[in-house]
C-alpha cells in the first residue's frame, strides 16, 4: 500500500520519465518505504524482462515464414468430424423430438360401438339373433316353444 | 470433462420427452380389473297404455322403452360390480339364470373384450346349461341388451349390461 506521497513520482522516475531526476534521487536515499518500493519495481523489471524479448523475422528468415502462411491458407480443409457428429446429433434429437410430440397428440383411438364378435347357445332348437341400435346392440335369443314350456 | 453443447442438451431433453410420452401413453387404464354393472328385468306384455318400469330401473329406462313389452319389474341389479381378467366373474341373477362375466384384455380404442356366457338350469339341482355365450366389445358408457331368456312366472328376461371404465 502506498502511503508516502513521492511514490507515483518514484515509478514516473523508474520508467525514466520524471524531469527531477535528481530530486527524486535525493528522496529515495532518505526514504525508507520508496527505497524498498524502488527496489521491489526493479526486481519485478528483472523478471519479467525475458518476456519482453520480442522475436524478430530475419530477412533470411521471412521466405520461409511466408511459405509456411501460404501453405496453410492453401491445403484444403480435411472433413471435420466434430461438425460431422454435431449435424447427426442435430438430427437425431430433432427425430426425437418429432416422435415424442407424434406419440403425445396422437393418443389413443377414438372408441369403437358396442361389437358382438360371436354368439352360440346350447339350447336344443334355440335361435339367436343380433339387432343393432344407435344405443347399443340387443342379442336375442328365441329358446324353443318346449324349452319355454320346461321351463314355466 | 466433456463440455455440454447444446445438441447434447436437446438429444438429452427429446429423450426425456419421449420417455414421459411413451410412459403416459403406455400407462395401463384399471390395470387388472374392469367394473360392470348388470340389471336383469322381467319384461312382461299387460296391456297397459302406458309403459311402467319398477323402481331402480330409471338408469335403463330409455334402453328398455323400444323393448315390444309394457311393463318391466326387477329381477336382480348389481351395480360396480369388479371383475378380474382372464377369470370368470359369476353374478347369480335369479334361481333360474346366472350371467357369468370374463374381461379378456382392454383394446387400445378403450372397448372392453370378454365373454359372457347365460348359464340355465331348468332345476336347482340340474347342471347349468349355456343359454346364451358371446364374445364382445363393450363400450364404455354403452348398454348392451340380453334379451329372450324363458321365465318361470311369465314374460321373458332382459339383461342389461354396462361397463363404466
Not at chain 1, 344407435?134 to 324349452?147: C, F, K, L, N
Request: glycine share 8%; proline share 6%; hydrophobic share 40%.
Amino acid at each position: 500500500m502506498k502511503t508516502c506521497g513521492w511514490m507515483e513520482k518514484v515509478e514516473v522516475y523508474f520508467d525514466g520519465e520524471h524531469g527531477d531526476a535528481p530530486g527524486v534521487e535525493a528522496h529515495v536515499a532518505q526514504c525508507h518505504e520508496c527505497a524498498a518500493y524502488l527496489k521491489q519495481l526493479q526486481v519485478l523489471r528483472q523478471g519479467v524482462a525475458p518476456l519482453r524479448e520480442v522475436r524478430g523475422i530475419e530477412d533470411a528468415q521471412f521466405g520461409a515464414f511466408m511459405a509456411g502462411i501460404r501453405e496453410e491458407i492453401e491445403t484444403p480443409v480435411r472433413a471435420s468430424f466434430g461438425g460431422l457428429w454435431a449435424m447427426v446429433s442435430l438430427v437425431a434429437a430433432a427425430l426425437i423430438v418429432a416422435l415424442a410430440v407424434f406419440s403425445m397428440f396422437t393418443g389413443p383411438q377414438p372408441v369403437k360401438a358396442t361389437e358382438v364378435k360371436s354368439i352360440s347357445t346350447d339350447l336344443p332348437g334355440a335361435t339367436i339373433d343380433v339387432k343393432s341400435a344407435d344405443d347399443g346392440p340387443t342379442i336375442v335369443i328365441t329358446p324353443s316353444q318346449r324349452y319355454q314350456e320346461d321351463i314355466q | 470433462m466433456t463440455p455440454r453443447t447444446p445438441c447434447r442438451i436437446h438429444s438429452r431433453c427429446a429423450m426425456a420427452l419421449l420417455g414421459i410420452s411413451l410412459v403416459l401413453r403406455g400407462l395401463p387404464a384399471g390395470a387388472e380389473s374392469v367394473s360392470f354393472s348388470m340389471w336383469a328385468v322381467q319384461a312382461t306384455q299387460e296391456g297397459k297404455t302406458e309403459k311402467s318400469y319398477a323402481a331402480g330401473l330409471e338408469e335403463v329406462k330409455s334402453v328398455l322403452a323400444p323393448l315390444p313389452f309394457d311393463t318391466f319389474e326387477k329381477i336382480s341389479i348389481q351395480k360396480g360390480v369388479p371383475a378380474a381378467y382372464e377369470d370368470d366373474t359369476r353374478l347369480k341373477i335369479d334361481s333360474t339364470y346366472a350371467l357369468v362375466l370374463h374381461p379378456q384384455a382392454k383394446e387400445d380404442d378403450g372397448r372392453i373384450r370378454l365373454d359372457i356366457r347365460v348359464e340355465t338350469r331348468k332345476k336347482p339341482t340340474a347342471p347349468p346349461v349355456n343359454a346364451l355365450s358371446a364374445t364382445i366389445l363393450l363400450k364404455p358408457g354403452e348398454k348392451l341388451k340380453l334379451q329372450g331368456f324363458s321365465l318361470p312366472s311369465g314374460g321373458e328376461m332382459v339383461i342389461v349390461l354396462a361397463t363404466s371404465t
